[in-house]
């Protein structure tokens, strides 16, 4: 299993509760199957030997629960120290506790006791987390990996340096002390708990720029940011006016906000039908993206160092970086060429910020900088007003293919794959697609919804002749499955907010 090392595995310490549900036409638990082998089919031959639990009725309690039995070295389930079928809250489940009381300190998570290798074959006493680690993020938080950097000057401190072995911590994360049930969406945009995310540094060196607020117990989101202070709605009206091509909602669907503050752009252009993704890298404002999940709007942390973005390529119709203090221009452009790699062909590229708009020497030299780099990448500045700059990313390959001999910066390898994106150094280059027609093109919404894009045909999954047919399939296999969640876990679809999909394939 991914992720996990041999000793990890040997000594049998991980529960499985990957469970797989098939549903009948009446929306309730038809069966309930442990995964294996790598079909996704819930009737895949693969699932053998092991028996499928048949139940008819099946409510989502944790009398329900069904322990499978543990993973294997070679990642398939050893039921044989579980019998099969056991329920939770048996008689002989009594070792299955959290400690909540624990006071142990951090150190003592970092070796034997807290690793996961120390595990008691005989029950699962997970520890509970010092509180001080509410905000622990394994990957951005290991200090050792961080301070054996050689260097740190390009950001390599914010990217991700996953721990190894027994650095490895084994213990539940805390709540933070009073946390309540988050407040529901649409509210949530304006307004959260503030013992869900009790920091307040951002409120101490962004309230006066409208960013955020407390009032009691609450942080209150003006709606503001450092170059949009008179609120998101009015700076986007802005953007609309300068470019009507941009249509919000439906020629421009999918955002991506970089260095994105407490997210309130991407709040707000989900009521024009846009969905943005908000990234910053968790830093001495490190609760930026904690603020956003909260408030209910798609937000990850990531950070342009030196390292591809976690996207593949041509995935985003719009790029927004308001006062992100990012130097494009570094080390020959890498990082608006990373931009450029996951910016769609035809796509959009809007940059606020002092060298826009100010003159003194230093910002006047940054903009000609910048419209240099982007000049020679082909990209066309399409709108300039007050502090917003536009850039279109060219719709056809012409201009790539009429450039001089020796123009920097230069294309990519075409043996390079534009799509892999794990720990893939930067490179200054220009990326194009693997199968890159005479002239790019995206369907506006929601057409695009239901049709399958050009661009599937280059990925490597599935068979060629069979993507399109795979696409509907799964679009259609979906809407059903969603619908069976709600139905059987008796949900309605404002009742979740924040869903995290994991191997997402087509994005059913």
Partial sequence: MEGFSREQASVKRVLLLYLLFSWSSK????????????????????????????????SWSAAHVVYLGFLKEDGCLDSNLIAEGEEVGSEDDENVSIDANNEKTWQEYGGEKGSAESLKPEGYNFDTC???????????????????????????????HCPQGKSRLCCLIPAPKGYKSPIRWPKSR????????????LVADKGGQNWIAIAKDKFKF???????????DQYLDQMSQMLPDLKFGTHVRVALD?????ASWGAYLLARGVLTLSIAPKDVHENQIQFALER???????????????????????????????????????????????????????????????????NQRTWLDMEDLATRMCWKLVAKQ???????????????????????????????????VWYVTLKACITL??????????????????????????????AIASKNEVFEADRRYWIEIVQGYLRGLSLKIEDIRNVMDMRACYGG
């Avoid at 394994?138 to 054996?148: E, F, G, Q, R, Y």
């Avoid at 959260?192 to 009790?198: F, I, L, S, T």
């Avoid at 970089?258 to 407490?262: E, H, L, P, W, Y």
Wanted: net charge negative; glycine share 8%; with cysteine.
């Fill in 27 to 58: 929306g309730d638990f038809a069966s309930l199957l442990p995964a294996s082998g790598g079909s996704n089919s819930p009737n895949s031959s693969n699932l053998t030997p092991y028996r499928r639990a048949e139940l008819s009725q099946l």
């Fill in 433 to 462: 697609p693997r199968n890159n027609p005479d002239k790019f093109f995206w369907l506006d919404y929601p057409a695009r919804l239901d049709n399958p894009p050009v661009r599937l045909q280059s990925l490597h999954i599935d």
């Fill in 190 to 201: 304006d307004e959260v708990w503030y013992n869900n995310v009790p920091h307040t540094r």
């Fill in 222 to 232: 003006p709606g503001g940011g450092t170059q949009f202070a008179h609120g998101a």
């Fill in 258 to 262: 970089i260095g994105c503050g407490v």
């Fill in 130 to 160: 010092p509180p001080e680690m509410r905000d622990y993020i394994p990957c951005l938080d290991n200090v050792a990996a961080i301070k054996s950097l050689q260097s740190t000057a390009k950001g390599e401190k914010w990217e991700r």
């Fill in 296 to 362: 209910g709007i798609p937000a990850m942390i990531a950070v342009l160092a030196t390292h591809r973005l976690l996207y593949p390529s041509q995935a985003f119709d719009l790029i927004h970086c308001s006062r992100c203090r990012i130097e494009w221009t570094r080390d020959d452009g890498v990082l608006l060429l990373e931009v450029d790699r996951v910016l769609k062909a035809g796509g959009y590229f809007a940059w606020a910020a002092q060298p826009v708009y100010k003159h003194e020497e230093s």
């Fill in 386 to 420: 007050g502090y917003i700059a536009i850039w279109q990313k060219p719709i056809d390959k012409s201009c790539y293919s009429n450039r001089l001999p020796g123009a920097l910066p230069t294309l990519c390898d075409i043996n390079e794959d534009p799509d892999s």
